[in-house]
């Protein structure tokens, strides 16, 4: 991989929350088609650190680029770079007013200024891929929470984004759910999507994940293939993190 | 005189005339009322700083002021200033005014009541904050509202009888006026309120079925119907 | 025109107004109170008879505008029954007061149907005959319930006082309405006025939820409503 490929880059966050500072600097660069799984305990700050990226929450210091543009500081211009940059969240946040297709399209219209027809058609298109087209007419209370969260999906993919950050998408999820919504992020890891995931999804990271961060008290603790952070005796902090939730599931 | 020939030849057409009166009173108060209702409940929960307190200090004013007071406000008050209006549209504008005060209660109810997530996986989209407001969550507030707005609309039903205070000869007023004519007071007011009780009766029904067709497939509705 | 001194010369007048305001709307509540709690016990234990009549009552009370039913008892009803003798301002409070218990048994009795199956079982099992136990078991419970919403309707009797104007009842905005007459100073006036039924409007507001929060039962009721 060369610099030329570089999607995002992530430079020096910090963010404070009151007194208390949940980043303290972290950096990283995403290459095009990658997919990077962020791991840690619970309030290292890892949702903080997805909002600070597509600025739902203003990082206090460094900056956010997309494609050699700048993200943090662009003004009204990062109504823009959100279209680019994907979001899928664990509670899938869907419109509740409106049906799963107009959930798609919604932002296809307001926001990328389509017409209809050509709207409706990538919504549905949208809703294919995830394999929801016949839910298209079925609001969100009508939907299970996989499928609520696979169009949410859908609904992040019709903006076309150059990056998706999903935030612990399986988490309110059932085991048998969550299979289907991992199905659905595997498949578009393989078509090269570029990705940030945060989960605890072992399984997931090691068969997808072109690397892990493990974070922990707002900086990135460990850095590394999924094989290497697991099985590199260098390396100890996630595994002890992953030997404790381990050992509570087993309770 | 002959009761009969005093219900069908005197009172009843008199007090359709007045019927059609009440029916612009609201006709051209009811729209507006919703309108300012919306932009108060909005710019109070989402407006800077200033127009949110403007917003809250409007209802708190509107909502502690009688109606009526407020309707000599506007028609005796107000031409002391060089303002004047005809009695119809001192009484349209008072309605409003109290409509929206209430009708903007209810919406701000709706509003706090959507989660934050919608307006964030909105913004996440690239929606501005206004886009989100527009086509996220104020869709599914007014939908919330919809009970208590109902409710304000039957009111503003009753209580267009109020512009009679000001010389509007509508139901209320047509009635009066046969009453005081003919001194057959009871008589004449009954069928004043049979009219207004079908007018209202019809209403309630009306905005119950409204609620059921507005309901979003799946969920429970929360809140109960509009009652009278 | 120096408008300062004349108001405050007609201060005391329009003052004067308030005492009778007030009257009417304690009037009204009290009334609203005694008829309405009765006619919600109807409603959720009385026979079908009952229950039938007080639906009617309330259909027909909250039907119909404060001014219709004000010109209807004052012009028709009361003198038609021989009862042409009472004063505006008795006409008045007793509209009031029955149209606020329309209003008000609506408050109770769902304040008395929130009140769980369990606590008439329970009470029941006690050996309690279903008289004593809605009156020393539902009741205690279903009036601390009803108290948010009834103190509600305070600003609701208040507001609509002021349409007794229209039968001649010497209350504030009546006294309102002869000081403009008499000065010709109207926005001032009719403004000291509505500053007055705010004062009223909130304050009283405000003592109604101090005396909830005096009769509150630790742990009850909170989110009940
Ligand atoms: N808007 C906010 N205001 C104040 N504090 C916040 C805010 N958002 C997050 N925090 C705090 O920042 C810390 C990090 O939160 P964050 O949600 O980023 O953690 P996380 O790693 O995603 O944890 P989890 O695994 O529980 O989702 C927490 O202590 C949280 O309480
Ligand atoms: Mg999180």
């Given at each position: 991989m060369n610099d030329n490929d570089i999607v995002l880059r992530v430079e020096d966050i910090h963010k404070s929350f009151g007194g208390t500072e949940v980043l303290r600097g972290v950096s990283f660069d995403v290459h095009c088609g990658e997919t990077k799984v962020f791991i840690g305990p619970?309030?290292?700050?890892?949702?903080?650190?997805?909002?600070?990226?597509?600025?739902?929450?203003?990082?206090?210091?460094?900056?956010?680029?997309?494609?050699?543009?700048?993200?943090?500081?662009?003004?009204?211009?990062?109504?823009?770079?959100?279209?680019?940059?994907?979001?899928?969240?664990?509670?899938?946040?869907?419109?509740?007013?409106?049906?799963?297709?107009k959930n798609v399209e919604l932002a296809l219209l307001k926001v990328?200024?389509?017409?209809?027809?050509?709207?409706?058609?990538?919504?549905?298109?949208?809703?294919?891929?995830?394999?929801?087209?016949?839910?298209?007419?079925?609001?969100?209370?009508?939907?299970?929470?996989?499928?609520?969260?696979?169009?949410?999906?859908?609904?992040?993919?019709?903006?076309?984004?150059?990056?998706?950050?999903?935030?612990?998408?399986?988490?309110?999820?059932?085991?048998?759910?969550?299979?289907?919504?991992?199905?659905?992020?595997?498949?578009?890891?393989?078509?090269?999507?570029?990705?940030?995931?945060?989960?605890?999804?072992?399984?997931?990271?090691?068969?997808?994940?072109?690397?892990?961060?493990?974070?922990?008290?707002?900086?990135?603790?460990?850095?590394?293939?999924?094989?290497?952070?697991?099985?590199?005796?260098?390396?100890?902090?996630?595994?002890?993190?992953?030997?404790?939730?381990?050992s509570r599931m087993d309770d | 005189m002959d009761q009969t020939a005093f219900f069908f030849e005197i009172l009843f057409p008199a007090l359709m005339q007045g019927l059609i009166v009440t029916l612009q009173l609201i006709a051209c108060s009811a729209p507006f009322g919703l309108a300012l209702g919306v932009a108060i409940a909005v710019g109070r929960q989402y407006g800077h700083p200033v127009i949110s307190w403007l917003c809250k200090t409007y209802v708190f004013f509107i909502k502690g002021?009688?109606?009526?007071?407020?309707?000599?406000?506007?028609?005796?008050?107000?031409?002391?200033?060089?303002?004047?209006?005809?009695?119809?549209?001192?009484?349209?504008?008072?309605?409003?005014?109290?409509?929206?005060?209430?009708?903007?209660?209810?919406?701000?109810?709706?509003?706090?009541?959507?989660?934050?997530?919608?307006m964030v996986a909105a913004q996440a989209l690239g929606m501005t904050r206004w886009q989100a407001i527009r086509s996220v969550v104020l869709p599914q507030a007014l939908r919330r509202a919809i009970p208590g707005l109902s409710n304000e609309f039957i009111y503003l039903i009753?209580?267009?009888?109020?512009?009679?205070?000001?010389?509007?000869?509508?139901?209320?007023?047509?009635?009066?006026?046969?009453?005081?004519?003919?001194?057959?007071?009871?008589?004449?007011?009954?069928?004043?309120?049979?009219?207004?009780?079908?007018?209202?009766?019809?209403?309630?029904?009306?905005?119950?079925?409204?609620?059921?067709?507005?309901?979003?497939?799946?969920?429970?509705?929360?809140?109960?119907s509009a009652q009278l | 025109m120096d408008v300062l001194p004349i108001l405050i010369d007609w201060l005391p007048y329009l003052l004067s107004g308030v005492s009778s305001t007030l009257g009417l709307v304690f009037a009204a509540l009290g009334l609203g109170v005694l008829l309405g709690l009765p006619m919600a016990l109807g409603q959720v234990y009385g026979a079908r008879p009952i229950?039938?009549?007080?639906?009617?009552?309330?259909?027909?009370?909250?039907?119909?505008?404060?001014?219709?039913?004000?010109?209807?008892?004052?012009?028709?009803?009361?003198?038609?029954?021989?009862?042409?003798?009472?004063?505006?301002?008795?006409?008045?409070?007793?509209?009031?007061?029955?149209?606020?218990?329309?209003?008000?048994s609506q408050i109770f009795r769902g304040a008395i149907q929130s009140v769980s199956e369990g606590q008439m079982i329970a009470a029941r099992s006690l050996g309690m005959s279903r008289f004593t136990a809605i009156r020393s078991v539902i009741l205690p419970q279903a009036v601390r319930i009803a108290l948010p919403g009834w103190s509600n309707e305070?600003?609701?009797?208040?507001?609509?006082?002021?349409?007794?104007?229209?039968?001649?009842?010497?209350?504030?905005?009546?006294?309102?309405?002869?000081?403009?007459?008499?000065?010709?100073?109207?926005?001032?006036i009719y403004l000291a006025a509505a500053g007055i039924f705010i004062v009223l409007n909130y304050g009283g507001l405000k003592l109604l939820h101090r005396l909830e929060a005096k009769i509150e039962i630790p742990g009850f009721g909170s989110g009940a409503m």
């Open positions: 619970s309030g290292t700050g890892k949702s903080t650190l997805l909002r600070c990226i597509n600025q739902l929450t203003p990082p206090d210091r460094g900056q956010v680029w997309l494609d050699g543009e700048e993200v943090t500081n662009s003004g009204a211009r990062i109504n823009y770079f959100r279209q680019k940059i994907g979001m899928v969240f664990q509670n899938f946040f869907l419109f509740d007013h409106l049906t799963a297709l990328k200024g389509m017409g209809k027809a050509e709207a409706h058609e990538k919504a549905l298109t949208e809703l294919r891929q995830v394999g929801l087209e016949e839910w298209a007419d079925h609001y969100p209370a009508e939907l299970s929470g996989g499928q609520a969260q696979r169009v949410s999906i859908a609904r992040a993919l019709a903006m076309d984004p150059d990056v998706i950050l999903f935030d612990e998408p399986t988490s309110a999820l059932d085991p048998e759910l969550t299979r289907e919504v991992l199905e659905v992020m595997k498949k578009l890891a393989r078509n090269g999507m570029t990705m940030l995931v945060v989960t605890h999804e072992m399984g997931f990271a090691c068969s997808v994940a072109n690397e892990v961060l493990f974070m922990e008290n707002g900086v990135v603790a460990e850095q590394g293939s999924p094989d290497l952070l697991l099985h590199d005796p260098q390396f100890t902090r996630m595994k002890d993190f992953i030997g404790r939730i381990d | 002021t009688p109606l009526l007071l407020l309707l000599f406000i506007l028609y005796f008050g107000l031409p002391s200033i060089g303002i004047t209006f005809t009695a119809f549209v001192a009484s349209v504008l008072g309605f409003i005014l109290c409509n929206s005060a209430y009708n903007a209660e209810y919406i701000r109810g709706g509003l706090i009541s959507i989660k934050e997530g919608q009753k209580y267009s009888s109020l512009a009679y205070m000001l010389t509007v000869i509508e139901l209320a007023g047509a009635g009066k006026q046969v009453a005081t004519k003919y001194f057959l007071y009871t008589e004449s007011f009954a069928a004043v309120a049979v009219v207004y009780l079908v007018l209202v009766s019809i209403t309630t029904v009306a905005v119950n079925i409204l609620e059921k067709r507005v309901v979003v497939p799946g969920t429970v509705r929360a809140n109960p | 229950r039938w009549a007080v639906g009617i009552y309330v259909w027909f009370f909250r039907g119909l505008p404060i001014l219709i039913l004000l010109f209807l008892f004052w012009f028709g009803i009361f003198p038609a029954i021989g009862l042409g003798h009472l004063s505006a301002f008795v006409v008045g409070a007793v509209v009031l007061g029955l149209r606020g218990a329309a209003y008000q305070y600003p609701n009797i208040l507001t609509d006082s002021a349409v007794c104007y229209a039968i001649g009842v010497v209350e504030l905005l009546t006294i309102t309405a002869r000081i403009v007459t008499q000065t010709h100073i109207t926005i001032p």
